[in-house]
């Protein structure tokens, strides 16, 4: 029975533990995200409009790539330095020349190569649930990137902390908690170092060292005192040897006397 209930307390101490790491690395990855979406949004700002950043992130607010893409996903596109790179089917991000929608960002799928009346390139696009093509074509000096990832629903995450109530819940609150568990840590730790160092210090105590030197050196020369003249316990006694020898001649010579 108690075998049962510490394996019972274990799974669950395990599975909190998977789940306290899996939001923590969840929240790590989302700060990094808006982090990234802040640092370039800056940077773009700062370098003007002709600049793009290798990488760029945009939440879709439309419908018009469904289901491929849906309303509040978020894509991550790669810069295109060269207009040779894309080609019929990619989904692209770029600023659109349309009347109805000038200078908007778009996000569409390529569906034909061809030039404008420069001679320059031009992508034909189409979102995957509109009807008809756009009207314009889009040039590629308007190209942002080409979309390489989507990350479902992570617009909702992303609207969700950039309000007040989310920005509390999700974000400061998990940081004073992990920066609270920090500090008890540290100073559990710094408790322990000292107790030991205190410890340590007793032992090390050089007026207790001395006063047990002393005391064993007092125990040696009581000892030496009390064993100075010994008793006597065991007299080896003397043995004699008697040679028979010796005694048959003294015997002989006795009788020849005689």
Known sequence: MKDSKFSWRTLIHIFFKILSWALFIILLLIAIFLLYYYIANK??????????PKFSIYTIATGSM???????DAIINIRVDDPDDLKVGDVITFRSSNPTSMGLTMTHRIKEITT???GKICYVTK????????ELCAKYSNVIGKVIIRIPGLGHIQRFLASGFGWLLCILIPAVIIIARDIMKITRLSTIQNNASKMAAKKKDPKKEAEEKKRKEDIKRNLLEENKDPKEYFKEPNIQVIDKQKDKNKNKNKKKKE
């Open 43 to 52: 940077i773009y700002i700062s370098k003007g409009a002709g600049y793009e």
């Open 116 to 118: 404008d009346n420069d």
């Open 66 to 72: 469904v289901p491929n893409i849906n309303v509040m």
């Open 127 to 134: 979102g995957d649930a509109n009807p008809v093509e756009d």
